[in-house]
């Protein structure tokens, strides 16, 4: 597992040693950049169910301002500590620790609203992809313009929202999509 590309090129992450985590393979990774091409350097990221960190750190390397990473494993959370270390990242980073629907509501309290929000979180839980969206979209979380990246083994029924881009890598599904809101007018899907 390394970084992509952006400032940390190349360089080596630490991997999990908790079971239950398989992080995003470095393929999966660079095609998600490659979509996303430029990321903004103002821009705020939340990495929902972060793992290793991976996914956040990315996009810190690649431009990302400032990333927030959600995860309830505590071998995890000593990870993601780990590789913001490594990288000299830790300054540009929150980690709270704890399930993802209180992370949630507390990150939405110390935080107005991501430009990306990566959303991996175990595949054999199918419910919590749409959970997040319903709480992201309540939370009012993605900034306008905001785009939420959901990685899956399975195929996912989001016909409410706007697919941005759908992608199928082997046995994984990429979607791109924004939750079609504009808060400020009250507008809604």
Known sequence: MRVISGEKKGMKL???????????????KEAIFNILSDIENNSAVLDLFAGTGSIGIEFLSRGANFVVFSEKSKI???????????TNYLDRSKIYFGDYIINLKNIAKDFSGFDYIFIDPPYENVKMYYDSLELIYSLKLLNKGGIIILESNSELDL????????????????YFIDLGVDYENNISR
């Open 159 to 174: 016909t409410k929202y706007n697919i941005i881009k759908e992608k199928k890598y082997g046995k994984k599904f990429i």
């Open 14 to 28: 630490f991997s999990t040693k908790d079971k239950n985590t398989r992080p995003t393979e470095d393929k999966i």
């Open 76 to 86: 995890n959370i000593k990870c993601i500590k780990d590789n913001l270390k490594h």
